[in-house]
């Protein structure tokens, strides 16, 4: 099967991109800017043929699209900086990618989505994820979305950035709702999903959480990563208000000055505030894989 796949030089998208490669798909990767050397990489070592073009500019897409078989929508941000807001990167990005897919005869559409995500969510990112969603759903495709919960694995977004503060800092941050549940799941997980989804029919049609089997606190999950990787630090919760001051600091800051996305924004405190748990039963029948607990997994990845 020829594959497109968005969002290819990312953290999932390269696992992906692995996992799809070593199935015998043949890979395009759409990327914005082919000389960078994620991109040379990913030519390089994974045999992906790249094709330049941005998800916000339609005319792009064609040559990227046109004659593959099947469509891997990765692309999503989880902090906003210059044009690049939830409604551009999540919907606007998504009805492109569509529009693309249907226009290039693909038959297959796999979309990476979020757990809690809904239409009337209290974060913006959730409900653009929602409105990506629905996109999809009328798309006359033949689509899967998939809606992991935390994502962990070689640079990651989450786990990464406690593991560097961890070595530096005696002191790490609880932020958002003390009891609030989270389910991490292995990005090998995320990419095996999204290879079976492209050819197994019972992933037609169907929306699927991505989830570990595990559900835990933040507190839970720092403990399990200090213990880990054999270290002692106090876990420090930061009240509610104090952390939506700092992050509308830093949504300001960080793109004004450097032209970065903010380490953390308003939308991620709502989102810290609720559960983030799934069933990690259909991806297990899916797959023929079960998740492993976050612990097994962490060791798995750090070779502890």
Avoid at 22 to 34: C, F, I, K, M, Y
Avoid at 99 to 105: D, L, P, Q, S
Avoid at 166 to 183: E, N
Wanted: net charge positive; aromatic share 6%.
């Amino acid at each position: 099967m020829e594959v497109l796949v968005t969002g290819a030089t990312g953290f999932v998208g390269r696992a992906v991109v692995r996992q799809l490669h070593q199935s015998g798909h043949t890979v395009r990767a759409l990327v914005r800017n082919p000389a960078s050397p994620t991109a040379r990489d990913l030519a390089h070592s994974g045999g992906v043929r790249l094709y330049p073009g941005d998800v916000l500019d339609p005319g792009s897409l064609s040559s990227a699209a046109a004659g593959a078989d099947a469509v891997v929508h990765l692309v999503g941000i989880i902090s906003e900086c210059g044009r690049q807001t939830f409604e551009a990167m999540h919907t606007q990005a998504t009805r492109n990618m569509v529009e693309a897919a249907r226009a290039g005869g693909a038959g297959r559409f796999v979309h990476i989505s979020a757990l809690g995500t809904r239409p009337h969510a209290v974060s913006r990112y959730h409900r653009t994820k929602w409105e990506a969603e629905e996109h999809v759903r009328a798309s006359g495709l033949i689509w899967t979305i998939l809606r992991p919960s935390l994502i962990y694995g070689p640079g990651d977004q989450f786990v990464n950035r406690f593991l560097r503060m961890a070595r530096f800092s005696p002191v790490l941050p609880l932020i958002g709702r003390r009891d609030a549940k989270f389910q991490p799941v292995p990005v090998e997980i995320v990419a095996r999903c999204v290879q079976v989804a492209l050819t197994d029919p019972r992933a037609a049609h169907q929306v699927l959480d991505v989830c570990g089997p595990d559900q835990l606190t933040l507190a839970e999950i720092l403990q399990i990563l200090l213990e880990t990787t054999g270290r002692r630090r106090w876990l420090c919760p930061v009240p509610t208000p104090l952390a939506t001051v700092l992050a509308t600091m830093l949504e300001k800051i960080f793109p004004a000055l450097l032209r970065r996305p903010p380490p953390l924004n308003r939308d991620q405190i709502l989102m810290l505030q609720e559960d983030n748990v799934g069933n990690p039963e259909p991806i297990t029948q899916l797959i023929g894989i079960a998740p492993p607990p976050f612990r097994e997994g962490l060791k798995a990845w750090l070779g502890t």
